[in-house]
């Protein structure tokens, strides 16, 4: 497979062209990188939402909105498809770097994570990149600086001027927007926890609510996690059986039921604290090749109407 950096790069070219139309905003930092805001200080919009998501995803799946309901009310969905789950969910669009530096907290998702490949999801997936410009969109209530720029250019092993860092808030459209999109990354990473080879995952497609936007980082926090753990829907189609299917919606977690806002107080806002099995979609359908298809969980429409203030 090509470098989902080049790929992710193209995509950053695109924002780049559009700032304007998109709602962005983007910042050339002392050290040379560049800081796109994609809804920390700028609005952005819907359509800048989805191509954070495409940037975070490298371009390598299909993502989309849709119009559905929830408990009567009119509410955008967004729809993900790739037919590479484990590079594109587990090796690109994961927010797995955990980012904190001289008092700047947030989550880095996205391709440059393969340049570093530390992580366990790239020894299971079997892939790394090499590429010598990067992409880590950062998810923080604040833009991200030199230090962090030079944290990442130093850790991928490029120059800080090669460094690319989308940014927004969760209390932002373009928070929801991408969370809605990760869908179908929850449901694989969960399986590939579980023990399952994630190189078995052939195909994955998902949706989800776009949570109504609060500009309280909190409150922002505990919807997008609803709209995915109560609104979530997820189809796999897989190469093997596996016993432990059961176990990947959201309701096969002991906090099933419990609003997020309620789960992250109770860890003191330390996302890493929380059992990762509370991050799960509503329903996961798994399509074993020549094999049965499993149905496991639902949609609760009373929980997300009491997360969304329907």
């Keep these: 497979m090509d470098s989902i950096n080049r790929m992710a790069i193209e995509l950053v070219d695109e924002a780049l062209d559009f700032v304007d139309e998109l709602g962005i905003a983007a910042y050339e930092l002392d050290s040379g990188a560049t800081v796109l805001d994609f809804g920390v200080e700028a609005a952005g919009g819907m359509e800048a939402g989805l191509l954070l998501a495409e940037i975070q995803t490298a371009g390598l799946a299909t993502i989309q909105t849709r119009m559905d309901e929830i408990g009567g009310a009119t509410v955008p969905h967004v729809e993900l498809s790739t037919d590479h789950p484990g590079v594109v969910l587990l090796c690109s669009q994961k927010a797995g770097w955990e980012l904190s530096i001289d008092g700047y907290e947030g ?3 996205g391709p ?11 020894e299971r997936v079997g892939y790394y990149d090499e590429f010598d410009l990067t992409v880590l969109s950062v998810e923080g209530e604040s833009l991200p600086g030199d230090a962090v720029a030079e944290h990442v250019a130093e850790r991928t092993g490029v120059e800080p001027s090669a460094v690319f860092l989308p940014a927004y808030a969760t209390g932002s459209l373009c928070g929801s927007v991408a969370t809605a999109a990760r869908a179908c990354e ?3 990473f969960r399986l590939s926890e579980l023990g399952y080879d994630p190189n ?3 195909s994955a ?9 609060s500009y309280d980082e909190a409150t922002a926090m505990g919807r997008t996690n609803d709209a995915l753990a109560y609104g979530g829907r997820v189809y796999l189609h897989v190469a093997e059986e596996f016993d432990r299917f059961d176990e990947l919606p959201s309701s096969a977690a002991e906090e099933y039921g ?3 806002e309620q789960i992250f107080e109770d860890a003191d806002w330390d996302f890493y604290e929380v059992d990762e099995s509370v991050f799960a979609p509503a329903q996961v359908t798994v399509d074993v090749a020549d094999g049965p ?9 009373t929980l997300l109407k009491q997360s969304f203030g329907f």
Excluded: C, M, N, Y
């Design 200 to 202: 078995d995952v052939i």
């Design 258 to 260: 419990t609003p997020f």
């Design 205 to 213: 497609q998902g949706s989800a609510p776009v949570a109504p936007v």
């Design 107 to 109: 989550l880095g998702g």
């Design 293 to 301: 298809t499993h149905v496991l969980g639902e949609p609760s429409e």
């Design 186 to 188: 929850l449901a694989v």
């Design 112 to 122: 440059a994570r393969a340049l570093v490949g530390e992580e366990t999801d790239f």
